[in-house]
């Protein structure tokens, strides 16, 4: 089946700095992914939405200026948290959909980000 | 809007035993309604993807149901097994997925 392959799998960085991560899929191309975040003990919750090769969708109340979303290919998607403070610590999910199949959504392993 | 929720938040079940996990929509007119897994720390594991035309989708020990008319769906799991216990969650949706809360399961030996 398909595979998205997200890293890194957890980062511990300092406030102020900026982390990139990233979101590939492996076996198939996708014009679109998806950026999700999760706190603990909660549910999934959509960021936005990148697009290959045009702007991303970000969800109401998600800053775009913060979570700087690029989709150069159409195997990868990166998100980078700049700026990062302790409350952007959390678990960052990316999704895509091999549109090949009818398999539903392929989730990566998911990056936990911790800003000290 | 779209709002998904999974009662209970949590459920032990001795091993061996069968159980339904349960999902509740809002809106009834949903594109997918798709199960997941997730073990501690990891991403998700998709298990079954019902779409909006399906009723029902089988692999393995694992059952989903989806009843669009009463805003329900239901994933069977049959003679559960320790590696089993996971958080299951449901989503909805066609691109954009709604998550349910989950239901942290554990199988009991």
């Known amino acids: 089946g398909a595979v998205v392959s997200q890293h890194p799998s957890w980062v511990i960085c300092k406030s102020g700095t900026s982390v990139k991560i990233e979101c590939r899929s492996l076996d198939f191309q996708a014009t679109t992914m998806f950026w999700y975040r999760q706190f603990p003990k909660q549910s999934l919750m959509l960021m936005a939405t990148?697009?290959?090769?045009?702007?991303?969708?970000?969800e109401q109340g998600v800053e775009k200026d913060k979570f700087l979303i690029n989709h150069a290919s159409l195997t990868l998607s990166t998100l980078t948290v700049t700026s990062a403070h302790p409350e952007d610590s959390s678990f960052y999910i990316c999704?895509?959909?091999?549109?090949?199949?009818?398999?539903?959504?392929?989730f990566g392993s998911g990056t936990r980000l911790t800003v000290v | 809007k779209q709002e998904v929720t999974q009662i209970p938040a949590a459920l032990s079940v001795p091993e061996g035993e069968n159980l339904v996990l349960n999902c509740s929509f809002t809106d009834s007119a949903i594109y997918n309604l798709q199960w997941f897994r997730q073990d501690p720390g990891k991403g998700l594991t998709s298990l079954l993807l019902?779409?909006?035309?399906?009723r029902e989708q089988t692999s393995g020990r694992l059952n989903a149901s989806l009843d669009k008319s009463s805003g329900r769906s239901t994933l069977y799991i049959a003679a559960s097994q320790p590696g089993d216990s996971a958080t299951y969650l449901c989503a909805e949706g066609n691109e954009k997925l709604t998550f349910g809360t989950g239901t942290r399961l554990t199988i009991i030996p």
């Open positions: 999704s895509a959909r091999d549109l090949r199949t009818w398999d539903g959504y392929t």
């Open positions: 990148s697009n290959e090769g045009s702007k991303a969708t970000y």
């Open positions: 019902i779409q909006s035309s399906q």
